[in-house]
């Protein structure tokens, strides 16, 4: 019984690290101190490089963590939205909150092409599952074209938030909107 609990209290210590990395990074970038991190935390550097050894351990456990938490939103949101509809609309902004928050991302992770290339397996696997279920229940519901592959969507998504920390009078979420508006059935 003790040592469930120090593994659920690990888990949870973990996912709080992970949560406080993920808002540095939104705030500063992947580049953010380790020190703020901890600060946010509320944990000492140690704790920190004990969980991640690396800058690069830290970042790709921050997007794995993300991606799961996109990943899991899908089902849950189309389990509890009012229509299939709503819960993809729902789920594509949470994708779009996930890819302009990942300042920096790209640019560390290209330095191990074998990583990043995981990683990029591991987004597609965890997610593009997703968004097909999500489109084939609005699709099937008559809310949405039956035409749209998860893939093309979510490419689309990705390429109009490209830019959108960098320019101020560029707003993706409102162009995805538009997107996502432009799915819908014709009457």
């Not at 120090?6 to 406080?20: F, K, M, P, T, V």
């Not at 101190?33 to 704790?47: L, N, S």
Request: aromatic residues 6%; negative net charge.
């Amino acid at each position: 019984m003790v040592e469930r609990t120090r593994r659920a209290d690990a888990r949870r210590n973990e996912e709080s690290l992970l949560e406080a990395a993920a808002a540095a990074f939104v705030a500063s970038g992947v580049e953010a101190p380790v020190r703020d991190i901890a600060a946010r935390a509320g944990v000492g550097t140690g704790t920190i490089y004990r969980h991640f050894p690396t800058r690069a351990d830290l970042i790709i456990a921050v997007y794995r963590h993300q991606v799961d938490a996109c990943a899991e939103a899908g089902p849950a949101l189309l389990a509890g939205g009012a229509t299939p509809h709503t819960a993809l609309a729902r789920w594509i902004d949470l994708f779009v909150d996930f890819l302009v928050t990942k300042h920096g991302l790209a640019a560390v992770l290209q330095s191990d092409n074998a990583g990043f290339e995981a990683l990029h397996a591991y987004f597609l696997d965890r997610l593009l599952p997703v968004c097909a279920e999500l489109l084939d229940a609005a699709a099937a519901s008559g809310e949405i074209r039956s035409d749209v592959e998860a893939y093309a969507l979510m490419r689309g998504v990705g390429n109009l938030c490209i830019g959108a920390d960098s320019d101020p009078r560029y707003d993706a979420r409102r162009l995805v909107g538009l997107l996502v508006a432009g799915l819908r059935q014709a009457d």
